[in-house]
């Protein structure tokens, strides 16, 4: 029983154990199933939490980074425009104005992965793997590479290095790959600046230039020149002398680079030199130090290495580029990005811009603008030249302007060069430069242009443009035949030297500042008189060229301290006799100036025109003596547009009612109707009236005359067979008489011989009232008449004019021929004058009485057709003048007031 009981007693508290214990096990597991579900509940929460934060941390690395790439893109288009950064297929050369950084490639940059993934959220994205990420990706690097290959999204950054005005670029890596990269790096570098502003060295030991030879199209002209295997060291020796001379003499202390130079002044003295070095093996020492200071201090002077295949320390300006397939490729500039190289540039790309550069150098520099040399738009016009006259004429090739400079030392100029050479050029260039420097009261302008053509008559008004240059008093245009004109421009200048020495007398002064100072109120600009082919006007061995030089030597001796300045020039100096044998004076001409093969113009030695390349000049104020040479290169003035915009500006500023500049056109007719001596003339029966006969060849537009006085000899004949030109004389003197009487004050007849000159004859008939008409049916009653007339006794009380047209074909035979000699011989002392028109001297001979007769009655002619020598017999002396005809001019003399005969032109029909 007691085990019985025992037993029992256990068995229950074992039953209550087991319901204890499986109480215990029934909460402990609803416990364990209230805890995994809040741990999941929260496990979600939790996730939720993250995705949302990776969600939104993976939107702003995306917009960030995309606007990053953007700006990035931006501000390498903005560094490498046009043809430092565009893509070979589109590619051609467009000079910038500044050095730009140049594209080798497109730079990887990171960027937010198109979709994200929880549990590998980040990955490489490898272009050439596209999509698929490398195992063993390395979460450390939360960036995938963006590769428009292979998303497209983002703009594209290219890879940049800076050359020029910068550093140098040093390659490494693939060989093949680096000589895409020293290829593109030099074509984008010469197709980004002006043709010729690079120059290419090349050193390559190993290919002797292979590696360069796309470029070859640029040896010729020397845009790139070639060093040989063992030039390296003369090579960087030559590279440092440029280094040291920029710095000392275009730096000059003033800038710290060529780039700040140029930034400053807008020129460029000196090219960029690009030596491209390929392979050069072992440096010795010297050869290490030239290539390390070339390194520190080319870029300041626009040196600039490109180096492959020889290594070198990185250090400041210096590019490394490690070539590699892919994009395995580095520079040093873009840190750890990968760089993806561009392929190099295509052949026919590089050989079509070498051969453009090649022949854009080899044609020369663009030419510089006129307005280089014109003063600020506020400065027009203020300069006095009191003591010279200073303007530039252009720049030297190291970028300082060079002045040019007329005043008692250099006084005169002589410029040279051959046809073509840009003579006429310079001395627009000049005169522009000086008109917008010294208003007209400063300066005045007497030009004259023997050459054929009309290039100073831009300076005149013309029937296009109403404008002339305020400071042209005379243009003479079309005067190769007329050497008279520039015997008269410097009879004319002496004039004014004259005027000028008398007032500097009254003063008391001895120079133009001194007279100007002292007389304050005076008008005494500076005189330039310029004279294109001056040669024309000494050529041949005459009277004019003779006289031509008196005055000139005069001018050029005396001009100098009364500010009349003498600027002479010529295709070829060297043949013109008569200046070489006055050596005296030559040597006023101190300012000279040579253009390209100019010859004899510098001293003898000077051989500086020889090699000067186009549009430049030598100029030279101490007489052509090599040390003072200067080089200039003259901008280009010639464009009508760009000339006329400058006349036109200054013409405006002149005060209105100012009279325009005498135009004298060699190859036009003078109208009567325009003669200022014409136009005087007025109605008062003249006692001494003045029969106009032409145009004289002369500064002022004055007549040709006649007087016909009351006095034995008041005759005028007019010689030569020229039928309209004679007729053009007899109606200017026929109409000038009449325009000196009233009605009834003179009687005037007129008798034509010659059918041809009948319509001349009938047209003069017309414009004078009451005037006589004879011809071969009805000549003896004038005849008869006159000499009634020319021997009465009656008084003369007003004059009476004969002309007589063909008058050696005047019928009537002997009796009218003594008639007609005694009005000739009598006539004019009653006021009876003959102006007849024979047609040749010896028919005139006859008409007086043949050979011994006198022929005084004669007072005065005009010839045409005929030579000198046969108007010996009308010419006092034993000489004969020197005329040689050429068409419409004629030779006038007139026995009362000449000493020889000059050159008249026949007013044409007005
Ligand atoms: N500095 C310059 N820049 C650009 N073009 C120029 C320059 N100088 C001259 N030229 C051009 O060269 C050509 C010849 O110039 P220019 O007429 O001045 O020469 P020239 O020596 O006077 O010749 P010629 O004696 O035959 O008249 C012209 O077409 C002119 O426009």
Known sequence: MEIRAGLSH?????????????????????????????????????????????????????????????????????????AAGELWHSWEATPLPRAAELRIGQLLLPSAPEEAEPARPWQWNDPEKSGT?????????????????????????????????????????????????????LLRALGTSAPGS???????????????????????????????PNGLSALLDDLVGHVRRINETVLAGEYSSLRELHAATKRRPEPWRVAVLLGAGELNRHERTQLERLLRTGAACGVHLIVHGLAVDPGPGIECVTAAPGTDARMSSGGDLPVRLDPGPPQSVLTATCRQIAEAVAAGPAPVALDSLLPEPGEQWRESSATGLTAPLGDSPQGTRVLVTL????????????????????????????????????????????????????????RRDQSWLPHVRLVGVNVNTDREF?????????????????????????????????????????????????????????????????????????????????????????????????????????????????????????TAAESLPRYHAVVNSDSGAIEANQIVRVPAAGDREQWGALQHRLWRRLPAG?????????????????????????????????ALLGETIDVLSRSARTVLRRAPGRNLAVLGTRVDEACAVLATAGR??????????????????????RAAAEALHARIPDCGWYDASNAEWLLEDVAVEATAAWPADRPHFVLLYAADAMPGGKAA??????????????????????????????????????????????????????????????????????????????????????????????
């Open 407 to 462: 005043s008692d030392y250099p006084p005169h100029a002589l410029i040279a060069g051959p046809s073509g050479t840009g003579k006429t050029n310079l001395i627009y260039a000049w005169m522009g430069a000086l008109a917008s420097r010294y208003s007209p009261a400063e300066l005045a302008f007497y030009l004259l242009d023997f050459k054929e053509g009309v290039s100073f008559a831009r300076f005149a008004p013309g």
């Open 133 to 185: 990420a490398p195992d063993g990706a390395e979460p450390a690097r939360p960036w995938q590479w963006d590769d428009p290959e292979g998303s497209g999204a983002a703009p594209e950054v290219p890879a940049l290095v800076q050359l020029l005005d910068h550093g140098h670029v040093v390659v490494q890596g693939d060989r093949k790959l680096g000589d895409d990269v020293v290829a593109a790096l």
């Open 198 to 228: 690079v120059q290419v060295i090349g050193y390559d030991p190993e290919h002797l230039g292979g590696g360069l030879a796309g470029f070859a199209a640029l040896a010729p002209p020397k845009v790139l020149t070639f060093v040989a």
């Open 486 to 606: 520039g015997l008269a421009l410097l009879r004319f200048l002496g004039a004014e030297l004259r005027r000028r020495a008398d007032a500097a007398k009254q003063h008391e002064v001895t120079n133009l500042a001194e007279l100007r100072a002292e007389d304050p109120d005076g008008v005494w600009p500076r005189i330039v008189a310029v004279v294109d082919e001056f040669q024309v006007l000494l050529a041949g061995r005459d009277a004019v060229t003779t006289e031509a030089v008196d005055l000139l030597e005069d001018l050029a001796r005396r001009g100098r301290s009364q500010g009349i300045h003498l600027v002479l020039a010529s295709q070829d100096i060297s043949g013109i006799e008569a200046l070489w044998g006055r050596p005296a004076l030559v040597a006023q001409f101190t300012l000279r100036i040579a253009l390209p093969r100019a010859r004899r113009v510098l001293a003898e030695q000077n």
């Open 10 to 82: 256990a068995l229950g508290a074992a039953e209550n154990a087991l319901g204890r214990a499986r109480r215990e096990e029934a909460a402990a597991s609803a416990r364990f199933d209230r805890v995994r579900a809040a741990a999941e509940t929260r496990q979600r929460k939790l996730a939720a939490a993250r995705d949302e934060r990776l969600r939104s941390v993976e939107e702003w690395h995306g917009t960030e980074l995309g606007a990053l790439a953007g700006a990035a893109a931006g501000a390498a288009d903005r560094a490498a425009p046009g």
């Open 817 to 910: 021929g003594d008639q007609l000699r005694t009005v000739l011989r009598q006539g004019p002392e009653r006021r009876l004058h003959v102006l007849g028109w024979w047609r040749g001297a010896g028919l005139l001979r006859d008409a007086l009485g043949g050979p011994a007769s006198r022929t005084d009655p004669i007072g005065a002619w005009v010839a045409l057709d005929v030579h000198g020598s046969e108007l010996a017999p009308f010419y006092p002396g034993t000489g004969a003048p020197n005329w040689y005809p050429r068409p419409w001019r004629a030779l006038h003399f007139d026995r009362s007031v000449h000493r020889g005969a000059e050159v008249i032109i026949p007013y044409g029909a007005s």
């Open 736 to 757: 000038s008489l009449a325009a000196q009487y009233s009605r009834d004050g003179a009687r005037f007849s007129i008798a034509c011989f010659d059918q041809d000159a």
């Open 658 to 690: 100012e009279r325009p500049p005498r135009l004298f056109d060699g190859d036009v007719q003078p109208r009567l109707a325009d003669s200022p001596d014409f136009r005087a003339l007025t109605a008062e029966d003249s006692p001494a009236p003045v």
